[in-house]
T-cell receptor, first 113, second 115 residues
Framework: NAGVMQNPRHLVRRRGQEARLRCSPMKGHSHVYWYRQLPEEGLKFMVYLQKENIIDESGMPKERFSAEFPKEGPSILRIQQVVRGDSAAYFC???????????FGQGTRLTVV | AQTVTQSQPEMSVQEAETVTLSCTYDTSESDYYLFWYKQPPSRQMILVIRQEAYKQQNATENRFSVNFQKAAKSFSLKISDSQLGDAAMYFCAYRLVQGAQKLVFGQGTRLTINP
C-alpha cells in the first residue's frame, strides 16, 4: 500500500507563473489536507477536502490559491501568479475518515525566482 | 483559537542520554488529541506519539514517552537512550476530537544528537 504521494518533489516557478501541486492520497482515503511550511517554521493548515467537496478552507489565502479533490484523480493545490513569498514546502496528508490518523506525503518544495 | 508553543528552538543531547522537549498549548476545549511529529532532513512528517486528552495515563512508544499535564496545558516529549537517528525537527501538534480536523503545529525544536 503506497503512502501519500506528492509530485513534483521540487518545483521552480518564475514570479507571475502558475504552480500546480499534486497529491494522491493513500488507497482508501477520501480526506485530504494541505499544509504550508515556511522556512524554519511549523506547518500551517490551509485546506481540508473530501471527494469533490471543500470542507474547511479557513487557512487558504483569499486570492490566488485554490484547491480541488475531484472524484477521479489526485487533489490539486493551485497557486496563480506566484510571488516570492509563496516559496515554501507544501505538504499533503490523507486520512480514511474523521478521527482517524492522517498520513503525510513528503511535500513539494516550491521555489519562486 | 488554539495555539501550540514550543519554547526551545534547539536542543542537543549526548548519544544514549535522555532529553525532554517542551510543548504548551492553549485551548478552551476539553476533548482533543496531542501529537509529536518528527521531521528528518528528508522532510517526511513521521508520527512519533499520540495522546488523547481524556486519558490520564501518559502515552509511551518504546524509547519515546510523554508527560501530559492537562491542567497546566503542557505536553512534553522524553526521548530515552538517544540515538543518532533521532536527530530531526520535532513538532508538537493539537487537534480537536470533534469538529475541525486540522492539526495546529508548534514552531518546532531542532534536536541534535552528539556522538
Amino acid at each position: 500500500n503506497a503512502g501519500v504521494m506528492q509530485n513534483p518533489r521540487h518545483l521552480v516557478r518564475r514570479r507571475g507563473q502558475e504552480a500546480r501541486l499534486r497529491c494522491s492520497p493513500m488507497k482508501g482515503h477520501s480526506h485530504v489536507y494541505w499544509y504550508r511550511q515556511l522556512p524554519e517554521e511549523g506547518l500551517k493548515f490551509m485546506v481540508y477536502l473530501q471527494k469533490e467537496n471543500i470542507i474547511d478552507e479557513s487557512g487558504m489565502p483569499k486570492e490566488r490559491f485554490s484547491a480541488e479533490f475531484p472524484k477521479e484523480g489526485p487533489s490539486i493545490l493551485r497557486i496563480q501568479q506566484v510571488v516570492r513569498g509563496d516559496s515554501a514546502a507544501y505538504f499533503c496528508a490523507s486520512s480514511a475518515g474523521l478521527n482517524t490518523e492522517a498520513f503525510f506525503g513528503q511535500g513539494t518544495r516550491l521555489t519562486v525566482v | 483559537a488554539q495555539t501550540v508553543t514550543q519554547s526551545q528552538p534547539e536542543m542537543s543531547v549526548q548519544e544514549a542520554e535522555t532529553v525532554t522537549l517542551s510543548c504548551t498549548y492553549d485551548t478552551s476545549e476539553s476533548d482533543y488529541y496531542l501529537f509529536w511529529y518528527k521531521q528528518p532532513p528528508s522532510r517526511q512528517m513521521i508520527l512519533v506519539i499520540r495522546q488523547e486528552a481524556y486519558k490520564q495515563q501518559n502515552a509511551t512508544e518504546n524509547r519515546f514517552s510523554v508527560n501530559f499535564q492537562k491542567a497546566a496545558k503542557s505536553f512534553s516529549l522524553k526521548i530515552s537512550d538517544s540515538q543518532l537517528g533521532d536527530a530531526a525537527m520535532y513538532f508538537c501538534a493539537y487537534r480537536l476530537v470533534q469538529g475541525a480536523q486540522k492539526l495546529v503545529f508548534g514552531q518546532g525544536t531542532r534536536l541534535t544528537i552528539n556522538p
